[in-house]
């Protein structure tokens, strides 16, 4: 095709794609089903994974996996879903909890052979494990340092591996990350995690390119991108009051989850939660940085971290693991 007419045909998809996604926001697709599906969830044992956990379970999934490294957490997860899908009147779905580092990319590829053996072929996947340092670079143990980005990010290469192949073998299944608003801005002192988290988001892009480059669309995938969340990881992060208060409040992790499900569900590619994220990253790569400065100090956003190291410090010396 003359190179013209291949601009004027990419112009007209440009332009279609942004009438099908005001179509979208108007009148949201309906949810695909999940009963055939076999799901992994990994970081399972509480917070958002266990949440994702209950949702999948509720909504009557084949299979449920789940994957942490607290293995009674993670057993406590299962006796949950199965109970969460007693309630909602769903099939009981058979509900398999490993005990798995995911960081460890031996122990990734064994327990994952376990799951192809006990399950079959995983068909969704939830890459949601994560951990924090708690401390600025300069305080933070290298061994700290290296474990942030081993479970945020390179655990995604081991899980990857061991999953993809066969869903690209069916083309069928859905690749979910979940990476943070912290993997496309940043603030002072996280340094690890936001490495870790915009190589996740990076990862996942890259990942998703690669997919649609082997045609293979059968594959979904879903970013997921939210802001603070109160399940306890990051307790103690404030901002100006009256951010915190009236304009960006914590999500709810039940809100969140319903959210992020809805979104793969949906085959919604990228999710920033809330919708305000998306326009914190298109001023952010707009502005001087002088500028992101001021706003940042305006927002109280430049050391909204510190009383969590504070609360990390405090937790450290009363012995509790962080
Ligand atoms: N909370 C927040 O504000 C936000 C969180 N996120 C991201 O969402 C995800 C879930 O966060 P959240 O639920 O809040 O965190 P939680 O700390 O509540 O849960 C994380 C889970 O992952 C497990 N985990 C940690 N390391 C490993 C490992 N090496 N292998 C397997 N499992 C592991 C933890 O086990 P254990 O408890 O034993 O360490 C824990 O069960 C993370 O990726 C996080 O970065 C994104 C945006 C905001
Ligand atoms: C920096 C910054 C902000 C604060 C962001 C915060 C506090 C994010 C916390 C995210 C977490 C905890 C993610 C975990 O994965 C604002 C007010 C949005 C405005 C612009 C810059």
């Not at 299944?173 to 996740?200: P, Q, R, W």
């Not at 109280?300 to 009363?318: H, I, L, Q, S, V």
Request: overall charge neutral.
């Amino acid at each position: 095709m003359h190179v013209l007419l291949e601009l004027l045909v990419v112009s007209a998809r440009v332009a279609l794609s942004f009438a099908v996604a005001a179509l979208r926001w108007l009148r949201p697709r309906a949810p695909k089903s999940v009963l055939h599906e076999v799901c992994l969830v990994t970081g399972a044992a509480r917070g958002l994974g266990r949440l994702f956990a209950l949702e999948l379970a509720t909504r009557g999934v084949d299979t449920l996996v789940l994957w942490d490294v607290d293995g009674e957490g993670n057993e406590e997860t299962a006796a949950l879903a199965r109970g969460a899908a007693a309630d909602a009147g769903v099939a009981c779905p058979r509900v398999l909890a490993y005990t798995c580092d995911v960081s460890k990319r031996v122990d990734v590829y064994r327990v994952a052979g376990l799951v192809r053996r006990d399950a079959g072929d995983v068909t969704l996947l939830v890459n949601n494990a994560g951990v924090v340092s708690g401390r600025p670079l300069l305080d933070c143990p290298d061994e700290l340092l290296e474990r942030t980005m081993a479970v945020n990010l390179h655990a995604l290469f081991w899980v990857t591996k061991a999953f993809l192949p066969a869903m690209l073998e069916k083309n069928h299944g859905h690749m979910v990350t979940i990476a943070s608003s912290l993997g496309l801005f940043s603030t002072a002192g996280i340094e690890d995690y936001c490495a870790s988290k915009f190589g996740a988001v990076g990862f996942h892009e890259s990942l998703s390119h690669e997919i649609k480059a082997m045609e293979r669309d059968g594959v979904k995938t879903t970013l997921v991108c939210p802001y603070l969340v109160q399940t306890g990881m990051f307790h103690g992060c404030r901002m100006r009051k009256e951010v915190e208060t009236y304009v960006l409040p914590p999500l709810q992790p039940e809100k969140c989850v319903q959210q992020a499900m809805r979104a793969i569900l949906t085959d919604q590619p990228v999710l920033c939660m809330p919708r305000l994220i998306y326009l914190v990253v298109f001023i952010k790569s707009i502005l001087p940085w002088e500028a992101v400065v001021a706003m940042y100090r305006f927002l109280g956003a430049d050391k909204c971290m510190y009383p969590f190291f504070e609360e990390c410090k405090r937790r450290t010396n009363n012995n509790q693991e962080l």
